[in-house]
Nanobody
Framework: VQLQAYGGGLVQSGGYLQLSCAVSASFHALNRMGWFRQVPGRQRELVSMLTNGAGTNYADSVKGRFTISRDGNKNTVSLQMNDLKPEDTAVYFC?????????????WGRGTLVTVSS
């Protein structure tokens, strides 16, 4: 499974961006799809996750501002980010996992940088 993320950039505080991730596999073959982010020197953290048949979840820091969605026709997972804050500045990574033969396989896309200026 290959993931290609795009849509990062520079935005002012209070602004918005949409990240998208093109997924090479059908959503039906995947268990979870979502987004993580990482700031240099810190651990990668979950931003939002969409689980097939089980809904979505968000980090407390982004609840009410970010929305994850997917498009089955285009095989994309998107993250709409509104009311961005400087603390949202990070490299964002697209993620997916797949359950196969008794174990989970994880897949990561290359990161896309989001910079929020104050």
């Amino acid at each position: 499974v290959q993931l290609q993320a795009y849509g990062g950039g520079l935005v002012q505080s209070g602004g918005y961006l949409q990240l998208s991730c093109a997924v090479s596999a059908s959503f039906h073959a995947l268990n979870r799809m979502g987004w993580f982010r990482q700031v240099p020197g810190r651990q990668r953290e979950l931003v939002s996750m969409l689980t097939n048949g089980a809904g979505t979840n968000y980090a407390d820091s982004v609840k009410g501002r970010f929305t994850i969605s997917r498009d089955g026709n285009k095989n994309t997972v998107s993250l709409q980010m509104n009311d961005l804050k400087p603390e949202d500045t990070a490299v964002y990574f697209c993620y997916a996992d797949q359950y196969y033969s008794g174990r989970y396989f994880e897949f990561w896309g290359r990161g896309t940088l989001v910079t929020v200026s104050s």
